[in-house]
Nanobody
C-alpha cells in the first residue's frame, strides 16, 4: 500500500515563506524519484521541482529557481519543498508525487503516486 501524505499549505503574504512536507508510506522515499507539482485554476498541472531517487540531480521550474528548494529526510521518509520569497503567481494546489522510473521527466505523465494536494495562497 503506497500513500503520500502532504501538509504545510496555507495563506501567506507576498515575500513570506512556507515549507511543504510529504511523508511516504509503503515505500522508501530515498529509493524513488520524487517531485512537487502545482495546479492553478484553469491551468495545466506543472512540475515545480523534481529530484532523482538514484543521484542528486534536481530540476526546478524556471519561475521558482533561487526561491524554492526540494530536499529529503530519508530517516523520516519525508520530502520537503521550502518556498521562499513567495509571489502571488505561486498560488496553486501543490501536490507531491513519486515514481519508480529511473530517469523520469519532471512532468505529470511520468509520476504514478500522488498526494492529496495542499492549497497555497499568496495574497496581501
Amino acid at each position: 500500500q503506497v500513500q503520500l501524505v502532504e501538509s504545510g499549505g496555507g495563506l501567506v503574504q507576498p515575500g513570506s515563506s512556507l515549507r511543504l512536507s510529504c511523508t511516504a508510506y509503503g515505500f522508501s522515499v530515498g529509493a524513488y524519484a520524487v517531485g512537487w507539482f502545482r495546479q492553478a485554476p484553469g491551468k495545466e498541472r506543472e512540475g515545480v521541482s523534481c529530484s532523482s531517487g538514484r543521484d542528486s540531480t534536481t530540476y526546478y521550474l524556471d519561475s521558482v529557481k533561487g526561491r524554492f528548494t526540494i530536499s529529503r529526510d530519508n530517516a523520516k521518509n519525508t520530502v520537503y519543498l521550502q518556498m521562499d520569497s513567495l509571489k502571488s503567481e505561486d498560488t496553486a494546489v501543490y501536490y507531491c508525487a513519486a515514481t519508480g522510473y529511473i530517469n523520469p521527466v519532471c512532468e505529470q505523465r511520468d509520476f504514478g503516486h500522488w498526494g492529496q494536494g495542499t492549497q497555497v495562497t499568496v495574497s496581501s
